[in-house]
């Protein structure tokens, strides 16, 4: 996929995976995003401490698509440097394409691949046939 300025890149992937019907699939991609929604999983809490950052160059995404309760499931982390070439990254909770162009390309599996709570935890966890 070749996403462009303003597309939100867990969007259009839900979208793929529907209109394509994949069964699950691994991502890698790269690119320039105007904003970028990081999470960093706080287990106490269940939930991600989020961090929003602008004008990044995503130096590496990556993750798998599965699905949960019948719907889309992403779950994806990334790291991406500023200007002044700074790295952060961790858990992808919302990117958004920013001038130039966000690559992503998509390995799809033939199994069908669910996630479900492991309530050990209290996260999301992709469960193998």
């Given at each position: 996929m070749v996403l462009r300025q303003g597309d939100d890149v867990l969007a259009r992937l839900e979208t793929l995976m529907r209109e394509e019907g994949i069964p699950s699939a691994s991502i890698s991609g790269f690119g320039f995003v105007a904003s970028a929604r990081f999470g960093f999983f706080d287990f106490e809490r269940g939930d991600y401490d989020p961090r929003k950052f602008e004008d990044l160059e995503i130096v590496g995404?990556?993750?798998?698509l599965a699905w949960m309760d019948g719907r889309p499931s992403i779950h994806a982390h990334a790291s991406g440097g500023d200007r002044e070439f700074r790295v952060v990254?961790?858990?992808?909770l919302a990117l958004t394409v920013g001038r130039g162009?966000?690559?992503i390309t998509v390995t799809v599996h033939a199994d069908r691949l669910q996630r479900?709570?492991?309530p050990s935890?209290?996260?999301?966890v992709l469960l193998l046939p």
């Open positions: 995404f990556s993750g798998t990254g961790g858990h992808v162009s966000f690559e479900r709570i492991d935890i209290g996260a999301k």
